[in-house]
C-alpha cells in the first residue's frame, strides 16, 4: 500500500502517525507546502502574545522525528498542484528549487486545511495588516511587533481566535480596539452568554467596537487608518484581520471531487470523497452536524484528529463510521472562560426543531472552600423526550470539565434526565454534592415534568401588563439593589402569609437572584392554585441583556 497524505497539520500528521501504526509496511508520504508539520496551531496567539516564550515548544513534530520514529517520508516545501485520478498520482512542485515530478498513490488523503478569508475591500495589503493561520505568520507577526514596537493594535473579528489575540496584544502592553460586525462577541454562542465576555473586555480597558465593520484602510505616515462602515475611524499600529477561514477546497475541486452545499469537500460517513480512494479530513471538509445531522463546516483541532484515525482505520480495513460534529469550543479573555458544545439557541431557531431552555449560575465548587467562582449555564433540550442539544458556560473555573461533560451526553445521547444521574467526582475543592451538570438535569427535568413551569428574559419585555405580574421574592435589600421595573417584592420568607395580595386571574412571574428562591415560590403558589412560572437563571439574566453600559456604571460602583 502506498498512502500519500497532503498536509501536514492536525490532520495530516495524526492520519501519517496512524497509518504507520496500523501497518509496518505501507510507504508512507507526506507532502506539506509550509517549512513546519505538526505544530500546534492553538497555540500561536500565545505566542504572539508572549506568553508562550519559547518558539520551539509550539513543534510537536518535525520531518527528522516523523522519519526516525514512524518511517514517513515527509517533505515540507512541497506543494501538491494537482490530482491526476486516472493515473492515482499527484503531481508536486518542490517551492524551494521549483522541481515538479510525480508521485503515485494507492490511497490518497487530503488534509489541507482552510485560510484566513480576507475580506475584499481598499487597503487590506497594506503593511501591517496581518493574518494568522501558521507558524510563518506567527513569526512575521512577532518580528513585526518586535522591530516596530507598535504601542496600538485593532483586532477585526471577535471569534474565538480574534479574542485570544486581544488578550495576547493586551498582554504584551498594547492598547487594543476588537470591531465586530454583529452585536455580540463569539457568534458561535448566543448573545446573552457573551455579555459577560464583553464585560469582560471592557474591564480590561479593550476598546470593544459591536456592530461595526471597517470598508477600507489607509495609510497615514506610519499609521494604518481603518475606516468604519459608521464614518468612525480607529488609528492603529498594527491591524489583526479575524474574520474566519474557508474550506481549501482547490485541488479537490479541480480533481472533480464533489464539493459540499456549504463549499467544503463532500465526504461520506467513512469520510470518504466521491473518489473511494481518496479521503478528506479536517477543515477542508464539511461534515453533519451530531445534533442536527446537518452539514457544517467547523474548523477544530480535535475533530481533525479524529478524523484522521477514522479515515485511516477505514483504509487499512476497519469500518469505523464518523457520527458527526459537536463543535465543542472553549476560550479564555482574560478572567472569564466561555465554552460551547453542541447546537446554539440562534442555530435550533434557524432550523425550526422545537426547544426548551434553561439558565443556571452553579458554584465551580463548594462555596465554603476558598476560591469558588460562579458561572452561567445554559442547557437546551428537547421539551418532548429531554433529549440535550447543546450547552453553553460562562465562568471561570470548573467551565472546562462541565462542557465536557455535556459533550460527553449529548453524544451519549443523553436526556436532561441522565444528567440526573451522573454520579460525578466531589469533594468541597472540586464540586458541590449537586454538580452544577446535575442541577442542570433538575432544572431541565423538573421543566419537562411540569414541576417547575418557566419563563425567560426574553419573554419578560413582551408580556401583557393586565394579564400578568412580576413578583420579586428576593429580600429588600436585595430589590433595593436592582430589580425589575414592574415588580412587585414579596421577600421568599414572606410569600406563604401575603397570598391573599397575588391574583389568581394572571400569570405571576417569580424571580429571584439566580432562580432557586424563584422555583420554590413557583411551586408555593402552583400549589395554591396561583398560576406561576419562574424566571430562568433569575435576575442575574434579566441584568445580563441590560445595556452594557449600565452593567459597567454598576460595576464601578460596587
Ligand atoms: P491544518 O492543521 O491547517 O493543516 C493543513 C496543512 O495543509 C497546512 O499546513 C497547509 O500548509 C497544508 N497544505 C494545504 N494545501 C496544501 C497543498 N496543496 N500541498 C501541500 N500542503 C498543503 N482549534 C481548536 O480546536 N482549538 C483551538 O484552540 C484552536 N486554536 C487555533 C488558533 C489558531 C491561531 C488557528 C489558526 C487555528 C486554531 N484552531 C483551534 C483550529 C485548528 O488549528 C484547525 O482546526 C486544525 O489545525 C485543522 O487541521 P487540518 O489538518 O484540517 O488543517
Known sequence: MKLVIVGGGAGGATAAARARRLDERSEIVLFERGEHVSYAHCGLPYYIGGIIQDRDALLASTPERFKSRY???????????????????????????????????????????????????????????????????????????????????????????????????????MEVTLVEMLGQVLPAMDAEMTRVVELELKRHGVNLMLNEQVVSFERKGDLVVANLESGRKVETDMVMLCVGVRPNTELARSAGLEIGSLGGIKVNEFLQTSDPDIYAIGDAIEVPHFVTGKPVLIPLAGPANRQARIAVDNIYGRKVKYRGILGTAIVKVFEVVAAITGVNEKNLNRLGIRYEKCYLHPHSHATYYPGATQMTV??????????????????????????????????????????????????????????????????????????????????????????????????????????????????????????????KDKTIYTYCTVGLRGYIATRILVQEGFNAKNLSGGYRMISLMRPLAKEIEELKQH
Not at 456 to 480: C, G, P
Open 71 to 173: 518511517r514517513v517520508d515527509v517533505r515540507v516545501l512541497t506543494e501538491v498542484k494537482r490530482i491526476l485520478r486516472d493515473e492515482k498520482a499527484v503531481e508536486v512542485v518542490e517551492l524551494d528549487t521549483g522541481k515538479v515530478y510525480r508521485e503515485r498513490y494507492d490511497k490518497l488523503i487530503l488534509s489541507p486545511g482552510s485560510s484566513p478569508v480576507i475580506p475584499p475591500i481598499e487597503g487590506v495589503d497594506l503593511d501591517g495588516i496581518f493574518t494568522l493561520r501558521n507558524l510563518s505568520d506567527a513569526d512575521r507577526i512577532v518580528r513585526f511587533i518586535n522591530e516596530r514596537n507598535p504601542q496600538r493594535a485593532l483586532v477585526i473579528g471577535a471569534g474565538f481566535i480574534g479574542l485570544e489575540l486581544v488578550e495576547g496584544l493586551k498582554h504584551r502592553g
Open 378 to 503: 445554559k442547557l437546551l433540550f428537547s421539551p418532548d423526550d429531554g433529549r440535550i442539544f447543546g450547552a453553553q458556560i460562562v465562568g471561570n473555573d470548573g467551565v472546562d470539565k462541565r462542557i465536557d461533560v455535556f459533550a460527553t451526553a449529548i453524544l451519549s445521547g443523553a436526556s436532561v434526565e441522565d444528567l440526573t444521574h451522573l454520579e460525578l467526582a466531589y469533594a468541597p475543592q472540586f464540586s458541590t454534592a449537586k454538580d452544577a451538570v446535575n442541577i442542570a438535569g433538575y432544572i431541565a427535568s423538573n421543566i419537562i415534568n411540569g414541576d417547575a413551569p418557566s419563563a425567560h428574559w426574553d419573554e419578560i419585555e413582551s408580556f401583557s401588563e393586565d394579564k400578568y405580574i412580576v413578583l420579586d421574592v428576593r429580600t429588600k435589600e436585595e430589590a433595593a439593589l436592582g430589580k425589575h421595573l414592574k415588580a412587585i417584592n414579596i421577600p421568599l420568607e414572606q410569600l406563604r402569609g401575603r397570598l391573599h395580595e397575588l391574583p
